[in-house]
């Protein structure tokens, strides 16, 4: 059953440009949305996250997009830097749960 | 201010053999969070744990596996009797509370391979 679906599994931009990793998702009691990052060797990392009420949330070079009707978020990274390289992935979240729903990922490669 | 720690980080087992993978989460949390990763996969929530209490279990195989957070020491995931479908990289979380917007910080993995 896959509830998150990141249908691409690999993305290669320009450092400098912007980078823009997608996300559907099937479950509509999904309310809070976060993406985290993995690098190799190491866990996720939080990066950003937003809230069913929400439609953009930013914070500094990262901005996440969510589009509940159709069931659409979106990170972007801009500009994109090298160390941005690593595996993002969508982790939506019930009301009140604790379980975090992992998509399969995107790598990132982020050219210099 | 360590963040969450796990050991080992690698472990090799032969088929039928016991796995024991430990997680010491964040100092002031006390909530533990185990998830498995199976090759080309995403995490897959396995199981939720308090201080000497199992409060979800629910992504937990019936057979083979425990977890348990003792009043002192590390949370432990035990597997039993290991097959080669076990492997895979195993993921500590913890968090100083549960809930909708709490974040979970995740510890470096064990990687569990069976031989």
């Known amino acids: 059953d896959q509830q998150v679906k990141q249908n691409s599994p690999s993305l290669s931009v320009q450092e400098g440009r912007i980078s823009i990793l997608n996300c559907d998702y099937t479950?509509?009691?999904?309310?809070?949305f976060l993406w985290y990052k993995k690098y190799p060797a190491e866990g996720p990392t939080f990066l950003i996250s937003?809230?069913?009420?929400?439609d953009k949330n930013e914070d500094g070079r990262f901005t996440v997009f969510l589009n509940k009707s159709a069931k659409h978020l979106s990170l972007h990274i801009v500009p994109s830097q090298p160390g941005d390289s690593a595996v993002y992935f969508c982790?939506?979240?019930?009301?009140?749960?604790?379980?975090?729903?992992f998509g399969k990922g995107t790598k990132l490669s982020v050219i210099p | 201010n360590a963040g969450v720690m796990q050991n080992p980080r690698h472990l090799v087992r032969r088929r039928g053999q016991e796995a024991r993978l430990r997680c010491s989460p964040m100092?002031?949390?006390?909530?533990v969070y185990w998830y498995r990763q199976l090759p080309e996969e995403g995490l897959k929530f396995m199981v939720y744990?308090?201080?000497?209490?199992?409060?979800?279990e629910s992504g937990m195989p019936k057979e083979r596996f425990s977890a348990e957070f003792p009043k002192e020491g590390p949370s432990i995931l035990r597997i039993q009797q290991v097959v080669r479908g076990d492997s895979a990289a195993y993921f500590c979380?913890?968090?100083?509370?549960?809930?909708?917007?709490?974040?979970?910080?995740f510890g470096p993995g064990t990687r569990l391979l069976v031989l």
């Open positions: 982790v939506p979240r019930g009301a009140g749960s604790y379980q975090l729903t």
């Open positions: 744990l308090q201080k000497e209490n199992i409060i979800d």
């Open positions: 937003i809230s069913s009420i929400k």
């Open positions: 100092k002031g949390h006390s909530h």
């Open positions: 479950n509509s009691m999904f309310d809070y």
């Open positions: 979380a913890s968090s100083p509370q549960p809930g909708a917007e709490e974040t979970q910080y």
